[in-house]
């Protein structure tokens, strides 16, 4: 019938910095930061860290997970927006560490919607293309790109990576569809500069070097209200009921707009997958990171209908439909 995921697989980065120890860092409280948040933890990468190693770990547990080897990859798909270089990109990085030698690779900047951007873009390839194996990755090293003196945003995020391994199957499985959108009008509320330019014609005024600055009561208005339309406008396209999802994965941003989303679609929350207590926000890294907790913890068998929905800065956003 179509896209698979065939495996997947994630990497966390070993140092845990937790909100207690955010307090010596930045004028907060632990207390604030999980009750206006849920977030309890995140991990960090330590000095040097880049995220395409984080990447190239995730990419090799899903493709033993998979049963694929890295030569049979005919493309590799990272969402990032923590590159280390501008070029190459982390996903040529990737292909090199892997010794993926036939797949062509490449980044995609959809921040957290990366990861749901390169599913899509994966099925398009496979679909025309049914030997074509992809590998989706999405991972970041926010915590290099994060002002550690705002406490509007260096509280919120993690690091990390997830991926997963797409392939096509003439079985009654696959990817039933996505609904992927983008509003640029909208993109000062949620951005991150470019580094600043040595050509004194190109510098722009204000560039403050390379780091997240956000509206944040505004991102999380419209954080609810895009995620609720992608994924009612999705169901209703592919005339499938909420009542026959076995499991919704969303972005993890924030457990306040995990709650304000879940009252919206009105779902059970034992079917919603919720882990940000433990990563914080990990960007594009979020879904994949989320897909293989709980594929490896058994919460998905084959058949069962699977909801993704994501939101980030752009802005981007959208929901993906897959029967397993
Ligand atoms: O993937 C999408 C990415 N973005 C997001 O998911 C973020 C969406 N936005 C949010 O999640 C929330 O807006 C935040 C968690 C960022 C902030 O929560 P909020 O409830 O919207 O707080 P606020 O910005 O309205 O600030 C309330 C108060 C302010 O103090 P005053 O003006 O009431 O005295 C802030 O200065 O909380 C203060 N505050 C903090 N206090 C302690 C803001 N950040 C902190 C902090 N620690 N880290």
């Not at 004028?27 to 190693?53: L, M, N, P, V």
Request: with cysteine; hydrophobic share 40%.
């Amino acid at each position: 019938m179509g896209t698979v995921v065939l495996g997947t697989g994630s990497c966390l980065p070993g140092r845990v910095l937790t909100n207690v120890e955010l307090e010596s860092i930045v004028d907060t409280s632990a207390d604030w930061i999980k009750s206006r948040t849920g977030i309890e933890s995140r991990h960090i990468g330590g000095k040097g860290e880049k995220t395409y190693q984080l990447a190239a770990q995730a990419a090799q547990k899903a493709l033993e997970a998979a049963g694929v080897s890295a030569e049979e990859l005919g493309l590799i798909v990272l969402g990032t927006i923590s590159s280390h270089m501008l070029m190459p990109s982390s996903a040529c990085f990737v292909q090199n560490e892997l010794g993926a030698k036939n797949a062509f690779a490449y980044d995609l900047n959809a921040a957290c919607s990366g990861f749901l951007y390169g599913l899509d873009l994966a099925d398009k390839y496979i679909q025309a293309d049914h030997s074509m194996k992809v590998l989706v990755i999405g991972a970041e090293t926010l915590s290099s790109r994060l002002n550690w003196q705002d406490r509007n945003t260096c509280i919120l995020f993690g690091d990390g990576a997830g991926a997963a391994v797409c392939g096509y199957s003439d079985s009654d499985r696959g990817l039933i569809g996505s609904n992927m959108r983008s509003d640029g009008s909208l993109g000062e509320l949620l951005r991150m500069h470019a580094p600043e330019s040595f050509n004194p014609d190109l510098i722009v005024e204000g560039n403050p070097g390379a780091y997240i600055q956000m509206e944040g009561r505004e991102v999380f208005k419209h954080a609810v209200r895009a995620m609720e339309d992608a994924v009612f406008g999705l169901l209703e396209r592919e005339k499938i009921s909420k009542e026959s999802l076995s499991l919704v994965i969303p972005h993890q941003a924030n457990m306040r707009i995990l709650n304000k989303l879940i009252a919206r679609l009105d779902i059970p929350q034992s079917k919603v997958f919720i882990n940000v207590s433990k990563y914080g926000n990990t960007s594009a890294a979020s879904i994949p990171i989320a897909l293989d907790e709980a594929n490896s913890s058994g919460l998905i068998a084959k058949g069962d209908t699977v909801l993704f929905c994501s939101f980030g800065g752009g802005f981007t956003w959208g929901a993906t439909l897959i029967k397993w």
